[in-house]
Structure formats: structure tokens, C-alpha cells
């Protein structure tokens, strides 16, 4: 059986611990909280102490902790963290005080990561939704009781986690996940643009969903993965470049935000991440 493994794994030290059936790990995702003021002056972290000496603040720290696959079969990529989830987290952590009391929904969740590091700072509803395949359902669950204490306000209602499967149609989709989609304002998605059928039924979920609701924000995070070709004689990105092409008619703005934001999670931020945001125009 062919799997794929995440790159993030061998580039950072998430102190990995098997699991009791080994099957999978618990790792720690290590992040720095934003210091107050800091989009406007990060001099306000120096505080001068009574006998005149520069006192420089240390950053106050945290830990998100996942139980996740290391490698899986490509249909059940979900299990494992990607780079994208953690560049969405950055962003949501630059972006909280414009985030704070909205409705959030994650599309294609994964194990968590993103939901989780949206209720941290935000007191409003998340909901986390994938397609259960592997009991990833059980799995984000376990994750988010796993980190309550970290979320906003330790609500254990905060993050609801929700069956979303993008090839259902929408007149068999649940009456639950519908009332949540149409109470959702800002809608995420990171690292589910890896397959033509799946990036497919991606559009036509945001088309649905703008068509039905034009004040919807989309946050698109992914990392573009090049293979050379010998038809195109060149490095392509296919998968960002098939999502790309397949959007070009449709009525959105498509933004790709600069990444100059600060990084709070531990992870390397490679050139060939992209962030995108989708509007109605």
C-alpha cells in the first residue's frame, strides 16, 4: 500500500509519543501567544524595570496537543497535520481581534489543529467538520477535550465537531450541518486541495455557499507541491493550478494574501505556501 507522510514531521521536533495500540502519535504543537500591542508596536514589550535596566519580556507559551498518523494512505491524508493548518493557525492568531465573536466553520478539519487554534482567542461558536473516514470524528473529539483548557472561556460547547462530506449533495445533507453553514461568517479550509474529484466538489461547496449567503469569507490555505512534467517541459503546481483554472469564470474575488504576518507555531514556513481569500464580488 502506498502512503504519504507529512513533511513537517522531519523538520521540527513535535515530541511525538506513540499511542497505547501504537497505531498513532500524541504530539505537541508549540505556539507563542501574541503580546499585547503587538500589530501596532513591538517595543511595548520592553518594559524599563525600577532600577533603569531594559526588562525584556519573555512571551508567554503554549502547547496544542494532537493525537494524529504520521503516514497514511492518500484517502485518509486527514489523519496527519500538513503545513497549511498551522499557516491558517498563524493567521487566525494575527487576525483575532477581527475574528473575536464571529462564527467560524472548518471545512476538511483534519485532526483539529485549525479549530482549536480558533477558539483560543475567539468566544464565538466554531464548528469542525470532515468526512468521517478512519473515525477522524472520534479522533478531532478526542483532540478538542484534549485541549480544552487552552480555548476561550473552556467552553465545552465552543467546538462542534460535525460529519461534512463534500460529495454529498446538499438535499441529503443533515439539517444540523445546514443550520451551521448558513450561521457560519467566516469559513476555513487548509490543505484540501489534493485530488481533482475532491477539489471539484470544494468549489461547488463554496459556490453554494456564496450563492446563498455573498457576505461569507473563505480562507484557503495550501502549499503548493511541484512535479516536473515532461508535457509541460517544467515544474508545475497541478493541484493549485487545476483549483486555480476551474475558479477563473466563477463570480468571487480571490485574494492571495501576503504572508508577512508573525509566526506563532513552531514550523517552516516554506516559499511555496499560499493563502487565499474568497469573497462574493
Given at each position: 500500500?502506498?502512503?504519504?507522510?507529512?513533511?513537517?514531521?522531519?523538520?521540527?521536533?513535535?515530541?511525538?509519543?506513540?499511542?497505547?495500540?501504537?497505531?498513532?502519535?500524541?504530539?505537541?504543537?508549540?505556539?507563542?501567544?501574541?503580546?499585547?500591542g503587538e500589530?501596532?508596536?513591538k517595543s511595548?514589550?520592553?518594559?524599563?524595570?525600577?532600577?533603569?535596566?531594559?526588562?525584556?519580556?519573555?512571551?508567554?507559551?503554549?502547547?496544542?496537543?494532537?493525537?494524529?498518523?504520521?503516514?497514511?494512505?492518500?484517502?485518509?491524508?486527514?489523519?496527519?497535520?500538513?503545513?497549511?493548518?498551522?499557516?491558517?493557525?498563524?493567521?487566525?492568531?494575527?487576525?483575532?481581534?477581527?475574528?473575536?465573536?464571529?462564527?467560524?466553520?472548518?471545512?476538511?478539519?483534519?485532526?483539529?489543529?485549525?479549530?482549536?487554534?480558533?477558539?483560543?482567542?475567539?468566544?464565538?461558536?466554531?464548528?469542525?467538520?470532515?468526512?468521517?473516514?478512519?473515525?477522524?470524528?472520534?479522533?478531532?473529539?478526542?483532540?478538542?477535550?484534549?485541549?480544552?483548557?487552552?480555548?476561550?472561556?473552556?467552553?465545552?460547547?465552543?467546538?462542534?465537531?460535525?460529519?461534512?462530506?463534500?460529495?454529498?449533495?446538499k438535499e441529503?445533507?443533515?439539517?444540523?450541518?445546514?443550520?451551521?453553514?448558513?450561521?457560519?461568517?467566516?469559513?476555513?479550509?487548509?490543505?484540501?486541495?489534493?485530488?481533482?474529484?475532491?477539489?471539484?466538489?470544494?468549489?461547488?461547496?463554496?459556490?453554494?455557499?456564496?450563492?446563498?449567503?455573498?457576505?461569507?469569507?473563505?480562507?484557503?490555505?495550501?502549499?503548493?507541491?511541484?512535479?516536473?512534467?515532461?508535457?509541460?517541459?517544467?515544474?508545475?503546481?497541478?493541484?493549485?493550478?487545476?483549483?486555480?483554472?476551474?475558479?477563473?469564470?466563477?463570480?468571487?474575488?480571490?485574494?492571495?494574501?501576503?504572508?508577512?504576518?508573525?509566526?506563532?507555531?513552531?514550523?517552516?514556513?516554506?516559499?511555496?505556501?499560499?493563502?487565499?481569500?474568497?469573497?462574493?464580488?
Amino acid at each position: 500500500m502506498y502512503t504519504v507522510s507529512s513533511e513537517i514531521y522531519s523538520e521540527t521536533n513535535y515530541q511525538p509519543t506513540r499511542t497505547e495500540d501504537g497505531q498513532k502519535v500524541v504530539s505537541k504543537f508549540r505556539f507563542r501567544y501574541p503580546e499585547t500591542g503587538e500589530k501596532q508596536d513591538k517595543s511595548l514589550s520592553n518594559i524599563i524595570d525600577k532600577d533603569g535596566d531594559l526588562d525584556v519580556a519573555r512571551p508567554r507559551r503554549g502547547v496544542i496537543e494532537l493525537e494524529h498518523s504520521v503516514a497514511t494512505e492518500l484517502k485518509l491524508v486527514g489523519l496527519q497535520v500538513w503545513r497549511g493548518a498551522l499557516l491558517l493557525a498563524d493567521y487566525l492568531f494575527h487576525r483575532r481581534e477581527s475574528m473575536a465573536g464571529r462564527t467560524i466553520m472548518e471545512l476538511g478539519a483534519g485532526v483539529g489543529l485549525t479549530s482549536i487554534a480558533a477558539a483560543i482567542h475567539n468566544a464565538g461558536q466554531v464548528y469542525c467538520t470532515d468526512v468521517d473516514l478512519g473515525c477522524i470524528l472520534q479522533l478531532i473529539s478526542g483532540n478538542v477535550q484534549r485541549n480544552l483548557k487552552l480555548l476561550h472561556g473552556q467552553g465545552q460547547g465552543q467546538v462542534k465537531v460535525m460529519e461534512f462530506n463534500f460529495l454529498t449533495p446538499k438535499e441529503e445533507q443533515t439539517e444540523q450541518l445546514l443550520r451551521a453553514i448558513d450561521a457560519s461568517d467566516i469559513i476555513l479550509a487548509a490543505d484540501v486541495i489534493y485530488d481533482d474529484t475532491l477539489t471539484d466538489a470544494f468549489i461547488r461547496v463554496i459556490d453554494e455557499m456564496l450563492k446563498k449567503d455573498n457576505k461569507k469569507t473563505f480562507y484557503v490555505a495550501l502549499e503548493k507541491r511541484y512535479v516536473f512534467t515532461f508535457a509541460d517541459c517544467d515544474s508545475v503546481a497541478p493541484m493549485y493550478e487545476y483549483f486555480v483554472a476551474q475558479t477563473r469564470s466563477k463570480p468571487w474575488l480571490i485574494e492571495h494574501l501576503p504572508l508577512d504576518f508573525p509566526q506563532y507555531f513552531e514550523y517552516e514556513r516554506c516559499p511555496q505556501l499560499v493563502l487565499m481569500r474568497i469573497t462574493s464580488r
